[in-house]
């Protein structure tokens, strides 16, 4: 009897899959050629890349990078290229680029800025990453006052003085809580810094530079310019409007009536209006609330104005990240038997600013791109240089290179920063 | 057997405002009000002496007085012998303008991007994210600056249109002049008898809104569906060019024409408005369309399952289901991006555009150093326009929120 099997016993080769099934071609079937409107889009859409980028890209690289002034570059396109070429002057940006970074701080001194500006991811690190040694918190506690010193230069003295208010505060806080209770050793802790500052600060400062000089060249706040300005206003509006944020979001959040009112028609005043009349009052009006004859400079008016504005802003994203806290933290700490500032302090306010770090960050990047505003009332940030740079001989008609510059600086920083708020977005994400 | 003794009525002592909780919120609260008070007091107490000092007093009068210049982009009748009040006014509905104009195209590109960006065509979703990032995160100021820059650099002269062999042409059947002092559109001409037309066009558009009522009605009763849309398109358009044919076309168009150095007649867009216009849109429409991405895709996927499930169609599920849901998520945001353009439109005065702070904030100020009143009267502005909108965004809210049980 012969061995008759049905069944297959060897497999069969296996084969390719069809070639409108694999790799490229199922790709684009399946993603720009799926039906016929779709196949159009695409079309159009791959002629429009195409006919910008054959503008641009001939542009962006016949272009010449060491000339002096307009027409020498264009000549210099010219001889290279042919006759009718057209290309980009990028020599305008390396002509200039060391006053778009910094404006007109002393070339001599540009190391301070870029300490400082190294010195602040140093800064940063701990409250971003949570791997670091938490001592670090320190630094990042001291570095306004090492920026601010090296930035301006003077006397060491000076930020040392406003760091002794805060400890002195810190002090006072300690010992009149101790006598009598919280609510006093509050006011204590805000009066005795002012009145240390106002009264005491200068002379202390003055007499212990005298006796010990520690400064380093100081520079005028006209000299500040490019990027470095707006980096400056910036950094030191957010960071300056985060303690200020935290007290509007809270006072908001408050059972407390007037505190609450105080604090709603302040936040809602400042987001009613443009930054550009905030900056007006910088400009024009500031001086005017001051006592007679106090006449401080008008970057440091508009660094005011910037920190007020993005105070308000931080008030309402860190009311957002207290009120996304569950209801139950809130139970818990006061099941704890903690008070309103210990349940604050150890249980809420960490919690609510880790989750609004990533809108931190958006509104940071708002502020930043809000510097540029400052070009506006006359200060030279790199929109203010480049109307400067235009206006000049060499340079009068050049536009695109130092605009797009700009434009791609600005582009570099947020975009970067916000793809690091949606990463730690993803990564703060506890649900599912 | 115990009893309840009554506390202590001890009498009122003056740390009881301190230690009793019951006091001490007041205690607080006044202590807040007593440094604010204090606080302000002193602010304004140096303002007025400051302003004492220099001889100006916080006075309005001047809005009264002869503003001495002239605002080219106006909407009503303005020259420079009018008072600083009217050029406040004029820049106000300048501001108002823009801010309508800028919203109106802000959402159309946005909801078009922000859909598309979801496309499942790659390279369309691609190119429509590059957009939404490029705009976000460059400063809205450089973006009004550089079409400003493209306006004026770019294109060509009026005198670039002139004689045989002209370098520029004009565009859409001759009608449109794009030039570098603004473009140049036809403008309305309204004839005798043109009345009739525009009621009857008002007319239609009532129509429409009855129309679609009734029909609504009908199709709760009857379970009937019209073909509404193709109707309402009728009515839109039919009666009113039938009005026009027989009035005898009352409304013509009056085309620019090249005379002298410039382009007459027709209706002149200065390009600082165009520039403006065209720039604030741009860069708002990417923030748009990143809210219409979220709201789209926060309705979740069960929902468009079970209207499938109920038989609807593609079309329907995205109309009656999809939209209405997503709609609450995508206003209050959008609504919140208009104010932002609103505020952000007072960068007009980086192009010269007279708005209320190019007018007001700017000029009048420089001329009159009333600085104080000025900015007071500017914020008042922006404040009311902001809470107008704020107010509007709440009832919003109030009539779409979700009714849980």
């Known amino acids: 009897m012969t061995d008759v099997s049905y069944v297959r016993t060897e497999m069969l080769e296996e084969k390719a899959p069809p070639v409108s099934q694999a790799g490229i071609i199922k790709w684009l079937r399946d993603n720009m050629f799926s039906n016929i409107p779709n196949s159009i889009l695409s079309i159009v859409a791959l002629w429009a890349i195409y006919y910008v980028l054959?503008?641009?890209l001939p542009w962006a690289f016949q272009s010449s990078w060491n000339a002096n002034s307009l027409n020498e570059c264009r000549s210099a396109i010219a001889a290279?290229?042919?006759?009718?070429?057209?290309?980009?002057?990028?020599?305008?940006?390396?002509?200039?680029?060391?006053?778009?970074?910094f404006g007109f701080y002393p070339s001599e001194l540009y190391w301070r800025p870029v300490v400082a500006f190294l010195l602040?991811?140093?800064?940063?690190?701990?409250?971003?990453?949570?791997?670091l040694p938490k001592k670090m918190l320190r630094f990042t506690m001291i570095?306004?006052?090492?920026?601010?010193w090296l930035l301006w230069g003077g006397s060491l003295w000076f930020p040392l003085m406003i760091i002794a208010g805060f400890a002195l505060g810190y002090l006072a806080f300690g010992v009149v809580s101790k006598m009598t209770s919280s609510l006093v050793g509050m006011i204590a802790a805000v009066l005795v810094p002012i009145l240390w500052w106002l009264f005491l600060s200068g002379d202390v400062a003055t007499m212990l530079q005298s006796i010990i000089p520690l400064s380093i060249e100081s520079v005028a706040s006209d000299k500040f310019g490019g990027f470095m300005l707006s980096i400056t206003i910036g950094v030191i509006g957010i960071s300056l409007s985060l303690p200020i944020g935290i007290v509007l979001a809270l006072g908001r959040q408050s059972d407390l009536m007037i505190v609450k009112v105080i604090c709603v028609g302040f936040i809602e005043f400042i987001r009613g209006v443009p930054l550009i009349t905030l900056l007006f009052v910088a400009s024009t009006l500031l001086n005017y609330f001051m006592p007679p004859g106090t006449n401080f400079d008008l970057i440091l008016r508009v660094i005011i104005m910037v920190t007020l504005f993005a105070s308000a802003y931080m008030a309402e994203v860190i009311r957002g990240g207290l009120a996304a806290l569950p209801k139950g933290q809130y139970e818990g700490a006061d099941s704890l038997g903690l008070d309103f500032w210990q349940s604050t302090r150890l249980v809420i306010m960490p919690q609510a600013l880790k989750i609004s770090i990533p809108n931190i960050v958006s509104s940071f990047i708002g502020l930043f791109k809000d510097t540029t505003l400052v070009s506006i009332i006359g200060l030279l940030d790199p929109i203010g240089l480049s109307t400067n740079i235009r206006a000049n001989m060499e340079w009068n008609g050049v536009i695109w290179e130092?605009?797009?510059?700009?434009?791609?600086?600005?582009?570099?920083?947020?975009?970067?920063?916000s793809r690091y708020s949606m990463y730690l977005e993803r990564k703060l994400q506890t649900g599912h | 057997m115990s009893t309840i003794t009554d506390p202590v009525q001890g009498g009122f002592r003056i740390s009881m405002l301190l230690y009793d909780t019951r006091y001490r919120s007041m205690t607080i609260q006044v202590i807040a009000l007593i440094g604010f008070l204090m606080a302000i007091g002193w602010l304004f107490g140096n303002a007025a002496q400051n302003l004492a000092a220099l001889g100006k007093p916080l006075n309005f009068s001047f809005l009264g007085d002869t503003a001495g210049y002239d605002i080219n982009q106006r909407l009503i009748e303005y020259n420079s012998q009018m008072s600083h009040g009217r050029a406040a006014v004029v820049g106000l509905l300048n501001t108002l303008l823009v801010a309508v104009l800028g919203c109106i195209t802000a959402t159309v590109i946005g909801v078009l991007i922000g859909i598309m960006r979801l496309s499942k065509n790659w390279i369309i979703s691609k190119i429509m994210t590059v957009y939404i990032e490029t705009f976000r995160n460059v400063p809205v100021l450089l973006?009004?600056?550089?079409?400003?820059?493209?306006?004026?650099e770019v294109f060509p002269k009026p005198s670039d249109f002139r004689g045989a062999d002209a370098v520029a042409s004009m565009k859409l059947f001759e009608s449109v002049a794009v030039t570098n002092r603004g473009i140049f559109i036809p403008s309305p001409v309204f004839g005798s008898g043109s009345m009739a037309v525009i009621a009857v066009f008002i007319l239609s558009i009532v129509g429409i809104f009855v129309f679609g009522r009734w029909a609504h009605k009908r199709q709760d009763e009857t379970g009937q569906i019209l073909p509404t849309f193709w109707i309402k398109l009728g009515i839109f358009f039919v009666p009113s060019i039938?009005?026009?044919?027989?009035?005898?076309?009352?409304?013509?168009?009056?085309?620019p024409e090249l005379k002298g150095f410039n382009f007459k007649g027709g209706f002149h867009m200065r390009n600082s408005l165009i520039a403006l216009w065209f720039a604030l849109s741009l860069y708002t429409a990417a923030f748009i369309a990143e809210t219409v991405r979220s709201g789209i895709q926060a309705v979740s996927k069960g929902q468009t399952e079970a209207a499938a499930a109920l038989g609807l169609r593609p079309g329907r599920i995205t109309s009656l289901v999809v939209l209405p849901q997503a709609l609450r998520v995508i206003i209050p945001p959008m609504i919140s991006q208009y104010m932002n353009l609103t505020k952000n439109s007072s960068l007009a005065i980086a192009v010269g555009y007279m708005d209320i702070t190019g007018t007001l904030g700017g000029v009048t100020l420089n001329q009159t150093g009333r600085e104080m009143e000025s900015l007071m009267i500017l914020m008042a502005i922006y404040l009311t326009i902001s809470l107008t909108i704020s107010t509007v965004m709440n009832v919003y809210n109030e009539r779409v929120k979700l009714r849980e049980r």
């Not at chain 2, 039938?242 to 085309?255: D, K, R, V």
């Open chain 1, 402 to 417: 130092l605009y797009g510059f700009i434009a791609l600086v600005f582009w570099l920083f947020c975009f970067s920063m």
């Open chain 2, 143 to 152: 973006w009004i600056i550089m079409t400003m820059a493209i306006f004026i």
């Open chain 2, 242 to 255: 039938i009005a026009f044919y027989l009035m005898g076309q009352p409304i013509s168009l009056e085309y």
């Open chain 1, 80 to 101: 290279v290229y042919g006759e009718g070429a057209s290309g980009a002057c990028w020599s305008v940006i390396h002509d200039r680029f060391l006053q778009l970074i």
């Open chain 1, 54 to 56: 054959s503008d641009v």
């Open chain 1, 120 to 131: 602040m991811f140093v800064a940063i690190a701990p409250v971003l990453f949570d791997g």
């Open chain 1, 143 to 148: 570095y306004p006052f090492l920026a601010f």
